[in-house]
């Protein structure tokens, strides 16, 4: 079955550490997208990436950074500079095209130790 | 600045009610409306409108469009216990690709 995944599902980070999260789809999608969640403020665009090798800032991009080396993969690094990083993150992906809307992995929990 | 606003931010119902939720939104360009349910993890599509589908039905849940007024309300009616979840609303400004969530409401339906 085609979908987004996303690991790990949970993850511990500790002081002055980056961590990684994974997500791969197989749905052929051209764009990919990371959110960040938080209580009480809905979803909140951290980068997003409409083609391989070409990815742009979101709303929070700040102690963030992201790679798109292949088309089914688009994983977020949470870097030391992101003082408050605790939260659910969740990656999206879409055609790209108008009219057809993203469609979600079953998110990570960061949380610091 | 393009904004999306969902209320009531939360909201308690029983079995076999019916209840509305509310997105009124501010974006530049308006291309698209999307309302997702949220249970514990992945947010799952229900509803695109847009301005060549602004009326949208399946099963008991059903949603407009009023582009002239800037609002949606999705309705479900004759709730279930499965019913309950966080219902969030985005909207896409412009040909961006790019969506801007509200808040959400959650909903939460008892026995």
């Known amino acids: 079955d085609g979908g987004i995944t996303q690991s790990p599902k949970y993850l511990f980070r500790k002081e002055g550490q980056n961590v990684t999260l994974s997500c791969e789809q197989n749905?052929?999608?051209?764009?990919m997208y990371w959110y960040r969640q938080d209580p009480g403020q809905g979803l909140r665009l951290i980068y997003y990436?409409?083609?391989?090798?070409?990815?742009q800032k979101g709303d929070i991009a700040e102690g963030y950074s992201v790679s798109r080396e292949k088309k089914e993969s688009f994983p977020l690094t949470v870097t030391s500079a992101q003082k408050n990083p605790t939260a659910f993150y969740l990656c999206?992906?879409?055609?790209?095209?108008?009219?057809?809307?993203?469609?979600f992995g079953d998110g990570t929990r960061l949380s610091i130790l | 600045e393009d904004k999306v606003v969902q209320s009531p931010l939360s909201l308690v119902v029983h079995e076999g009610d019916t209840v509305t939720l509310n997105c009124s939104y501010e974006?530049?360009?308006?291309?698209?409306l999307l309302w997702y349910k949220q249970e514990k993890k992945a947010p799952t599509f229900l509803f695109m409108l847009?301005?060549?589908?602004i009326e949208k039905k399946s099963g008991r849940l059903s949603s407009i469009l009023d582009k002239k007024e800037l609002f949606s309300i999705l309705n479900i009616t004759a709730t279930q216990t499965g019913d309950s979840a966080v219902y969030l609303c985005?909207?896409?400004?412009?040909?961006?690709?790019?969506?801007?969530f509200g808040t959400g409401t959650l909903l939460a339906v008892q026995p």
């Open positions: 990436s409409q083609i391989v090798n070409d990815f």
């Open positions: 999206a992906s879409s055609t790209g095209q108008g009219g057809q809307p993203q469609h």
């Open positions: 749905l052929n999608h051209d764009a």
């Open positions: 985005a909207v896409e400004p412009g040909a961006t690709n790019k969506l801007i």
């Open positions: 847009t301005s060549s589908g």
């Open positions: 974006v530049t360009n308006f291309r698209s």
